[in-house]
T-cell receptor, first 116, second 112 residues
Framework: GENVEQHPSTLSVQEGDSAVIKCTYS??????FPWYKQELGKRPQLIID?????GEKKDQRIAVTLNKTAKHFSLHITETQPEDSAVYFC???????????????FGQGTILTVHP | DAGITQSPRHKVTETGTPVTLRCHQT?????MYWYRQDPGHGLRLIHY???????DKGEVSDGYSVSRSKTEDFLLTLESATSSQTSVYFC???????????FGSGTQLSVL
């Protein structure tokens, strides 16, 4: 099955700095890579996703890059703000159908702290 | 958010008792998933469903069973709860495979 490794486990930055979280995956059939943000005591919420036919995607201050050859993808947050403080999870799945049923495999999570 | 309700929100139970968690959706989504969240492990898939009465095991299914008798409800049962099943349980739904996955609010389960 799929295995997703996420680094770092904790990340501390100053407000206004950039933050980068990296993930690697093992299954070359994976074609969908979402990122979720989870605030304390809340549900994970999708912030951005990328499919394997795209190398980069941006949405305001966040961007995700995908390197299919190396099997890794990264989340980039620019101009960080205190409200970006949360746990971030990467995930991977094969959404092509068959017997995968779109099962998402998650990384272990990164605790991001943005200091004012 | 995406019409998902989990119940109960919190539960404390004793070792050896059966426990059932409910996930109810009003979106008529085909795919439903149960995950557990533990520190250092991220979210791990317990069981999933791809239609009424169609279910299968995830990566951490031992000690759990599920049922889906109608589209809107996906039940997770701990047959005989153990302390290692103390966790936060999240239900998630997805309309089609190429669409986004949405999570419920979670159930905090403590097994004493």
């Amino acid at each position: 099955g799929e295995n997703v490794e996420q680094h770092p486990s904790t990340l501390s930055v100053q407000e206004g700095d950039s933050a980068v979280i990296k993930c690697t995956y093992s299954d070359s059939a994976s074609n969908y890579f979402p990122w979720y943000k989870q605030e304390l005591g809340k549900r994970p919420q999708l912030i951005i996703d990328i499919r394997s036919n795209v190398g980069e995607k941006k949405d305001q201050r966040i961007a995700v890059t995908l390197n299919k050859t190396a099997k890794h993808f990264s989340l980039h947050i620019t101009e960080t703000q205190p409200e970006d403080s949360a746990v971030y999870f990467c995930a991977a799945s094969n959404n092509a159908g068959g017997t995968s049923y779109g099962k998402l495999t998650f990384g272990q999570g990164t605790i991001l702290t943005v200091h004012p | 958010d995406a019409g998902i309700t989990q119940s109960p929100r919190h539960k404390v139970t004793e070792t050896g008792t059966p426990v059932t968690l409910r996930c109810h959706q009003t979106e008529n989504h085909r795919y439903m998933y149960w995950y557990r969240q533990d520190p250092g492990h991220g979210l791990r898939l317990i069981h999933y469903s791809y239609g009424v009465k169609d279910t299968d095991k995830g990566e951490v299914s031992d000690g759990y069973s599920v049922s889906r008798s109608k589209t809107e409800d996906f039940l997770l049962t701990l047959e005989s709860a153990t302390s290692s099943q103390t966790s936060v349980y999240f239900c998630a739904i997805r309309r089609q495979l190429n669409e986004k996955l949405f999570f419920g609010s979670g159930t905090q389960l403590s097994v004493l």
